[in-house]
């Protein structure tokens, strides 16, 4: 009995080609399974549709940028452990983190698709900033914003991921809440895991449920089946060449710098005390406004998501 697979497609998405997208479906076809493409009309379609498809179909694929698996997360999430259909998701964004995140090519669509129907299915964390789904990172402070103010600058699809240090280096000279304020007057905040409590002042924080953003390497050893994540605080300036340093040659990324700029947890929860940031948090590349009426974040594992990914068996 053949397979009934929902590809769910972002044709705005900045990777996104027909030529490309027939080249997929017949993939699909010769993985076994019976694709039926669905053009996704509108950021909050899966959210809407997830019950009905999650009954039609033995495999859900989105076909997008990053923020597409963002919004697949918050719809799985929804069914509250009742999921029946594999998700998976093939990369048709500009930076594409989600590649690497679930082994597969960054900007090969057809090849990530076979891999992924080849691939093995595992228990995914689902990890919550303020109870809202994260697929891999939630950022804020300096800089971190840039993923999705450029999409006002409309040359996503010109340039590419140079487009993201272009406008970011613009940003960073004309945008004061960008940098420069931060810098001056930096966040006062408390933060909390299972086993401490610390005060201290930060200019950028970091929550990864992943391997890979924005390009870089943050933790290439990391488990996304364990039940924690990984957080990464920069005090000041001088701290960030060292990581982004870290990011292109040590083995673990990021990770293992030092325990006040990075560490593993299971629970966090982060107090701001002067004020909070001035930009939304970017989650997976997307504006959340998760600080509304409050001044605390707190981050948890809650519940699996059944993720196809191009690991080996």
């Known amino acids: 009995m053949t397979k009934k697979c ?29 694709p039926i493409p669905i053009e996704s009309t509108s950021a909050s379609f899966l959210s809407n ?10 495999i859900i694929l989105t076909m997008g940028g990053d923020g597409t698996v963002s919004t697949a997360y918050e719809a799985f999430h929804q069914l509250d452990g009742n999921q029946k259909a594999i998700y998976g998701h093939i990369p048709a ?3 594409n983190d989600m590649g690497p995140n679930t082994f597969v090519p960054r ?9 992924l129907l080849n691939g093995p299915v595992e228990h995914r964390e689902i990890i919550t900033i303020n109870n ?4 891999y990172v939630g950022a804020m402070g300096i800089l971190a914003p840039v993923t999705y103010l450029i999409d006002k600058s409309n040359d996503k699809k010109d340039a590419g991921t140079f487009s993201y240090i272009r406008y970011g280096a613009y940003q960073l000279f004309t945008n004061p809440e ?11 905040i408390t933060y909390e895991t299972s086993d401490k409590k610390i005060r201290t002042k930060v200019i950028f924080i970091a929550i990864f449920n992943g391997r890979s953003f924005a390009n870089l390497r943050i933790n290439p050893r990391a488990n996304m089946c364990d039940n924690n994540f990984e957080v990464a605080i ?8 060292p990581l982004l340093a870290r990011s292109f040659f040590a083995p673990n990324g990021i990770m293992n710098a030092n325990e006040q700029n990075t560490f593993s ?6 107090t701001f005390e002067n004020k909070t940031p001035y930009y939304p948090i970017n989650c997976d590349g997307d504006p959340k406004e998760l600080l509304e009426g409050t001044n605390e974040l707190e981050v948890k594992a809650a519940g699996k998501i059944l993720q196809l990914t191009g690991r080996r068996k």
Do not use: C, W
């Open 6 to 34: 929902a590809l769910i497609y972002n044709p705005k998405a900045s990777g996104f080609k027909r030529k490309t997208f027939q080249h997929i479906l017949e993939a699909i076809k010769e993985e076994g399974f019976f």
């Open 49 to 58: 549709n997830i019950g009905a498809l999650n009954e039609q179909f033995n």
């Open 93 to 95: 964004g500009t930076t």
């Open 107 to 115: 900007y090969n669509p057809v090849k990530a698709t076979k891999k």
């Open 132 to 135: 809202k789904p994260i697929a």
């Open 178 to 188: 960008l940098y420069q304020n931060i810098v001056k007057e930096p966040y006062q």
């Open 234 to 241: 920069v005090h000041k300036p001088s701290e960030l060449l």
């Open 265 to 270: 947890t299971d629970y966090l929860k982060l």
